[in-house]
Nanobody
Framework: VQLQASGGGSVQAGDSLRLSCAAS????????MAWFRQIPGREREFVGY????????RYADAVQGRFTISRGDTKNTIFLQMNSLKPEDTAVYSC?????????????????WGQGTLVTVSS
């Protein structure tokens, strides 16, 4: 499956932003979809994932309660709604996919990656 992330931009602290990840096929039934973020010079950081079929979501503590992953009506798009953004949320955000319903927070688990989209949050 091929992935394409979009929706990044520059916002002020406290603002909201929604990222999209479009897949080349329907991921609802078979793929765990995840979002990661990375600051240059640092390791890739888990943000959250959504499990196939159940659409159960889990998030990193740093974004819990502020970020929400959801699936679009067409089932081949997922969204990352980011509210109450903070300067420390500034990073390149990437979506990833793995075939199966065995979600992991380790980026090495994911086989398919989209290109990143930059989110910059100013104080």
């Amino acid at each position: 499956v091929q992935l394409q992330a979009s929706g990044g931009g520059s916002v002020q602290a406290g603002d909201s932003l929604r990222l999209s990840c479009a897949a080349s096929e329907d991921t609802f039934k078979d793929y765990t979809m995840a979002w990661f973020r990375q600051i240059p010079g640092r390791e890739r950081e888990f943000v959250g994932y959504i499990i196939p079929r159940s659409d159960t979501t889990r998030y990193a503590d740093a974004v819990q309660g502020r970020f929400t992953i959801s699936r679009g009506d067409t089932k081949n798009t997922i969204f990352l709604q980011m509210n109450s953004l903070k300067p420390e949320d500034t990073a390149v955000y990437s979506c990833a996919a793995h075939y199966g319903a065995h979600p992991r927070r380790n980026p090495d688990f994911y086989v398919h990656w989209g290109q990143g989209t930059l989110v910059t949050v100013s104080s």
